[in-house]
């Protein structure tokens, strides 16, 4: 819609440069043009949250899932074989008081769609956007997790509790594991300070089969407006292209990792897991997010029907396929208009 400065007629920007972010190139590139940046690595999100406490008194080693991440095992099979030892009656009655699981159900969905390298929206050859909810990637994974609902490794959400009852449950020690994103352990997150237990944080399992860990990623990235004229464009992006010199570490370096000590002290999630989401072949930015009206209707529509008991997951994806074809042609429409430019 002609809001955004592009960024790729500056010369003052080099975008071969190590130190911008591939992914966030890739996600704001339209023809020839480019309409936002980022410096240095992105930030880690979406993963397998674990308390280290409860897979010992599982009779598991509480290293387990960075062995099993590290060896290449670490699958959906070898998840759902995990959540069968963690979800237990601790005292006879017949009835479950430790969960495998327990995440808020959007979460489950968009770590475990990730982890297929794939997402609900996809970009063709020619820089369309198009609905990628039918693919197999997406309807397996939806299926995964409602599989892991019904087999009674989720905990449910308690009758009368709030929308965040997962936070209270896994800090409690209700569930051994959570899906959601590392920054929810740091210090001033849900369990950096909240927990005595110790938590871990890997990558979501890969599907049995596939060769790569993925996960996703969402960063805030820098546009310059178009409402400035050439010169001053020009200006700010010189003086953006010294200030992220001086931010970002030098050429090869793993200062980034730094700052994740300071707020999260399991070496391993630091130097194990997190480079997974330094690697644009492991990771990619959510397309959703350039789809004008997709971000209001994600949710009611798909996201928050987890674990889908009224209607299967198929059976909802044909149901908003209209709306959100509809949605998609007019993103492609702008996309086109700018090309034809």
Request: net charge negative.
């Amino acid at each position: 819609k002609g809001m955004f400065y592009d960024l790729a007629t500056l010369d003052e920007l080099d975008f071969s440069e190590e130190k911008w972010n591939d992914s966030v190139r890739e996600l704001m590139t339209v023809g020839d043009s480019i309409y936002g940046m980022k410096a240095g690595a992105s930030k880690p999100r979406g993963g397998v949250i674990f308390n280290k406490r409860l897979f010992e008194e599982a009779g598991l080693d509480p290293e387990l899932p960075y062995d099993l991440q590290a060896a290449g095992e670490w699958t959906w099979s070898k998840f759902e074989e995990l959540c069968k030892t963690l979800t237990r009656d601790t005292d006879g009655d017949g009835q479950t008081d430790v969960y495998a699981t327990v995440s808020q159900g959007a979460a489950t969905i968009q770590c475990l769609v990730a982890s297929t390298g794939s997402g609900f929206v996809e970009k063709d050859e020619n820089g369309r956007f198009y609905n990628n909810l039918e693919s197999k990637e997406v309807t397996e994974a939806l299926n995964f997790a409602v599989d892991l609902y019904k087999k009674g490794y989720e905990m449910p959400q308690p009758k009368d509790s709030q929308w965040d009852y997962f936070i209270p449950a896994f800090q409690g020690g209700k569930a051994a594991m959570q899906f959601n994103e590392l920054e929810n352990c740091k210090p001033t997150g849900y369990y950096g300070d909240s927990m005595e237990d110790e938590i871990g944080f890997v990558m979501p399992p890969k599907p049995d089969g596939t060769e790569n860990y993925h996960s996703y990623l969402c960063d805030d990235i820098v546009v310059i407006p178009s409402c400035y004229d050439e010169e001053t464009a020009a200006d700010i992006a010189y003086a953006y292209n010294i200030y992220t010199e001086i931010l970002i570490p030098e050429e090869g370096g793993e200062g980034w990792k730094d700052s994740y000590y300071v707020r999260f002290d399991d070496e391993r999630a630091v130097e194990e897991t997190l480079p997974y989401f330094a690697d644009v072949t492991n990771t990619k930015q959510l397309r959703e997010s350039l789809v004008y009206g997709l971000g209001d209707v994600m949710g009611p529509d798909l996201l928050w029907l987890y674990p889908f008991k009224e209607v299967a997951p198929e059976a909802q994806i044909r149901e908003i396929a209209e709306k959100w074809e509809a949605l998609l042609e007019e993103a492609n429409r702008g996309r086109e208009d700018k090309d034809a430019e």
